[in-house]
């Protein structure tokens, strides 16, 4: 009885160790284990993240628009960028229109958020935010926002140059 026991015991260990290699191997890609591709991004991985945020200057206490650590390696267009807004202020959902000249049309259908709920500052860090995005896209020098006016945020034309005395 007691080397029928082993004799399994035995069968097991071989049987979840082949198990084991085999599943290894159907994990590799290009020589690379999941966890090792996981650990290492790729050089030219596009992600839907905004190329500036807004954050806070602790020594002034001003919101400052800086470049986003975290930004795509890839550039991102127009409608992706439209989208990566979309996913960080779900609130506000904002629609890229034509490009005129050096111009970008959007569009918000629904603003009662951005004009009335997020604020003066909350306002003002989204059009900085959104314009500081589509004007990284070489042929786009402003970028004009319709929406309906309401007490925090205006709508019209923005350039970089229209947040350099707010303070946003």
């Given amino acids: 009885m007691k080397k029928l026991f082993n004799f399994a015991l035995l069968l097991l260990t071989f049987l979840l160790f082949f198990w084991n290699c085999q599943n290894n191997e159907e994990n590799k890609t290009e020589g690379k284990t999941t966890s090792e591709n996981e650990k290492q991004p790729l050089a030219d991985s596009k992600t839907l993240t905004l190329p500036f945020v807004a954050v806070v200057n602790d020594k002034t206490d001003k919101i400052e628009i800086q470049e986003n650590p975290q930004k795509s390696t890839v550039p991102l267009n127009k409608e992706e960028l439209a989208e990566a807004l979309n996913i960080k202020y779900p609130e506000i959902h904002l629609e890229v229109n034509k490009i005129s000249h050096d111009t970008l049309q959007v569009t ?21 935010e959104a314009t500081f995005a589509f004007t990284e896209l070489p042929e786009v020098k402003v970028v004009t926002f319709s929406f309906k006016e309401g007490d925090h945020a205006t709508p019209g034309s923005y350039s970089r140059s229209s947040f350099d005395k707010k303070n946003i």
């Fill in 108 to 128: 918000i259908p629904n603003a009662i958020y951005l004009t009335q709920q997020a604020g003066t500052t909350g306002a003002l860090t989204y059009l900085a």
